[in-house]
């Protein structure tokens, strides 16, 4: 059973384009959840989203940010015109339904903004 | 959710027992206690997780005393692929409140 994929697993934009990460969660999960790690930091929680809905985004910036999880395909994690400071590492997550102790994590995508 | 305390950073000698301590003074009942790792900046790994008794699995065990205030991981032998940062995260499993808050973590490296 392949585990959560991420695609790229490296990303460079300029500042001011647009960044695009994908999350493939693992077969038979439904739950999708988006974290970032800035340097040296733990991970923040950004979004958690099921198919075709976003349950909880209070930590997503306000402006900028966006994210889907569709009927079909995989999660997307937009940043629109990306800065310097959206330079980090994103990690997707998921899971077989809610309520459930175990995250399982995808590899990261490492956005790095010139 | 409550918050955590950690120290920054531990040494451990290889095929010792690593205990990493974890304070949650603020825990409230229904607050499980959850510890994650994160390897050289790879996606984090479920560890365990408990709510009052003690845990064990063939990772590691947890063992949480009596006032829920604080609680140790231990990693019976620990390898060098142990060397990772630990997160001790506290969570209400509640409908609808799915993240996990992570800290900074302990640095724990063990030595050959």
């Known amino acids: 059973n392949a585990g959560v994929m991420q695609n790229p697993r490296h990303l460079v934009r300029r500042r001011g384009q647009e960044a695009r990460l994908r999350c493939s969660p693992m077969?038979?999960?439904?739950?999708v959840y988006w974290y970032r790690q800035l340097p040296e930091e733990g991970l923040k929680f950004m979004v958690y989203?099921?198919?075709?809905?976003?349950?909880?985004e209070s930590g997503m910036p306000k402006e900028r940010f966006s994210a889907e999880f569709p009927k079909e395909g995989p999660s997307i994690l937009r940043i629109q015109q990306v800065v310097r400071g959206d330079s980090a590492a994103y990690f997707c997550?998921?899971?077989?339904?809610?309520?459930?102790?175990?995250?399982?994590f995808g590899p990261g995508t490492r956005l790095t903004v010139t | 959710d409550a918050k955590t305390t950690q120290p920054p950073s531990m040494d451990c000698a290889e095929g010792r027992a690593a205990n990493l301590p974890c304070n949650h003074s603020?825990?409230?009942?229904?607050?499980?206690v959850y510890w994650y790792r994160q390897i050289h900046s790879q996606g984090p790994q479920y560890i365990i997780h408990?709510?009052?008794n003690n845990e064990t699995n063939e990772m590691a065990s947890l063992i949480i005393t009596e006032d829920r205030k604080s609680s140790t991981l231990i990693l019976p032998h620990a390898t060098l692929r142990d060397t990772a940062v630990y997160y001790c995260?506290?969570?209400?499993?509640?409908?609808?409140?799915?993240?996990?808050?992570f800290g900074t973590g302990t640095r724990l490296t063990i030595i050959p």
């Open positions: 603020t825990i409230s009942g229904n607050e499980y």
């Open positions: 997550a998921s899971s077989p339904r809610e309520q459930i102790y175990e995250q399982y």
């Open positions: 077969k038979g999960h439904s739950h």
């Open positions: 995260i506290v969570r209400v499993e509640n409908f609808g409140n799915e993240k996990l808050t």
């Open positions: 989203l099921q198919k075709e809905n976003i349950i909880d």
């Open positions: 408990g709510l009052k």
